[in-house]
């Protein structure tokens, strides 16, 4: 096993990934930018070496820089975290050729999933149900058009290199490819360096499910079930539970038999989520494959018993995974709300400054992926997630209760948070219910109806405030009158005070 862990990440995963590497016995190294000299990641390593100024391109999208730091830490492998480099398969490349083992998969196997052109082609040959769609890029208006026109609109334009959202378009009619098109291959080459898109049939409402999958360097591939990520704002999750209100048995062993064969096209090894489309058939189709891990991962631990961190750790180790597919059975149901530095009531505005305040949430079935402190200055350069805050019950119905519990126990002054935003999203009926989409929080949330919590906090303060004056003002006080006492009390109270002077 490895003897010193270089994290090249920061934030609540980094501190995630340092905690596993003291339980397994592992020295955890950290790096930091300029911004994060102080930052709660760094104070849990053993070690810590600066690569870079405060911009992540100058830091923690540095691969020169975190190799540098992993020669003077001496670390022996690196793990990646989620974000930045954590599917950069250059940065795999790197760690190979420096001798420090990359604790994900290979360099071919993100390649493979990272363009999804490639991807598609590779899933349609394993037998993976995939969206219809273009065999290739599209060239031109006049050739999405035709494709559209066979498969039926309304169509999706997708960067074939995209990720996080971006380099994505809803085209409803012919008329609207050439703006379309334009603005989607624009968009692609200067997010990902690669102007190709291609079209597929656009899911009306649909629900994002992904299947956990762990595969080891000796032919064993383990799938830990399904989490439900339908609650999206703008194609980022913002709520994901596990399992989905909507998956039966059955249905989870055909999700689970796709992600398989998705892991096998590709000889996948470590941790990878193969993320399905579902619409309202509940008929599924392949959307990707993140080759690392999830930001969502722990609702699966919490559902399947199992820490996710340190099967990375020992797969990268050439361990062969000890668990069989028959043993993997979910028990209760665990929710995850990640919690953002961000202002719901003004269109989630990143909210920066220093957190004087900050209580977590605590109690039973609660856990928090923290990355900061009372005292912490958030810097402007980073995702605004300020962590996640997880929490696990018997059953779902309990789950939410408990969620909107925690979530009010929740605190991070003066800083603005979307605490409000996410016990809305619980409250919701379709949230209760389960039958919430993808689209849900474009078409039903509305600002106005936000419970702000500090102004009712400040509306109670002045109405305490105005009933203990008036009170104070009516009521009449009694007096002491000595004088009518009699031998017994004077002598009582005469020894009391001796004994309270003493």
């Not at 930018?33 to 870079?52: I, K, M, Q």
Request: hydrophobic share 40%; with cysteine.
């Amino acid at each position: 096993m490895f003897a010193k862990i270089l994290i090249a990440n920061r934030g609540e995963i980094a501190v995630r990934v340092a905690r596993a590497c003291k339980e397994m016995g592992i020295t955890p190294v950290a790096i930091y930018s300029d911004a994060d000299r102080t930052a709660l990641h760094v104070a849990h390593a053993y070690e810590a070496y600066r690569v870079g100024a405060s911009e992540s391109r100058e830091s923690y999208l540095n691969i020169p820089n975190i190799m540098n730091a992993c020669r003077a830490s001496g670390a022996d492998a690196v793990h990646p975290g989620y974000g930045f480099l954590a599917e950069n398969a250059d940065f795999a490349e790197a760690c190979a050729d420096a001798g420090v083992a990359f604790i994900g998969p290979t360099p071919s196997a993100m390649r493979a999933m990272g363009n999804k052109l490639a991807a598609r082609a590779a899933m349609k040959k394993a037998g993976v149900p995939t969206v219809p769609g273009s065999d290739g890029p599209i060239a031109n208006a006049k050739d999405a058009a035709k494709v559209a026109k066979d498969i039926g609109y309304p169509v999706l334009l997708k960067a074939a290199a995209g990720g996080g959202g971006k380099g994505m378009r809803v085209v409803r009619s012919e008329a609207e490819f050439d703006a379309a098109l334009k603005l989607t291959t624009g968009e692609a080459s200067s997010a990902f360096g690669d102007a190709s898109v291609y079209l597929e049939k656009f899911v009306e409402r649909p629900k994002h499910i992904e299947i956990q999958v762990m595969a080891d360097g000796h032919g064993n591939v383990v799938t830990y079930g399904e989490r439900e990520c339908s609650m999206q704002r703008r194609y980022q999750k913002v709520i994901e539970e596990a399992p989905s209100p909507i998956v039966s048995p059955e249905m989870r062993a055909a999700l689970s038999d796709a992600a398989r064969k998705a892991a096998q096209a590709v000889d996948y090894r470590g941790a990878g989520t193969v993320e399905f489309i579902v619409d309202s058939e509940r008929r599924f189709y392949f959307l990707e494959m993140n080759t690392r891990l999830q930001v969502e991962h722990p609702v699966t631990e919490m559902v399947y018993g199992v820490d996710l961190v340190k099967q990375q750790i020992e797969i990268a180790g050439g361990t062969a995974l000890s668990v069989r597919q028959q043993d993997v059975v979910p028990r209760g149901h665990a929710i995850e709300m990640r919690v953002y530095a961000e202002d719901p009531a003004h269109n989630f505005l990143p909210s920066i400054g220093t957190i004087k305040r900050l209580v977590l949430p605590q109690g039973p079935g609660v856990r928090n992926e923290n990355g900061v402190y009372e005292g912490y200055q958030i810097p402007i350069y980073y995702d605004p997630m300020l962590g996640k805050l997880v929490v696990y019950a018997d059953t779902r119905e309990e789950a939410i209760r408990r969620a909107r519990r925690a979530l009010g126990e929740y605190r991070c002054e003066p800083v603005r948070t979307n605490v409000d935003f996410l016990l809305w999203a619980l409250a919701e009926e379709a949230f209760v219910d389960g039958s919430y989409d993808t689209k849900h929080i474009e078409s039903h949330f509305d600002a106005s109806k936000l419970h702000q919590r500090d102004q009712e906090v400040e509306l109670a303060a002045i109405a305490a405030a105005i009933a203990a004056y008036e009170y104070r003002s009516t009521v009449r006080y009694a007096t002491l009158d000595e004088s009518r006492d009699g031998a017994w009390r004077r002598a009582a109270r005469a020894d009391a005070t001796k004994r309270w002077s003493r």
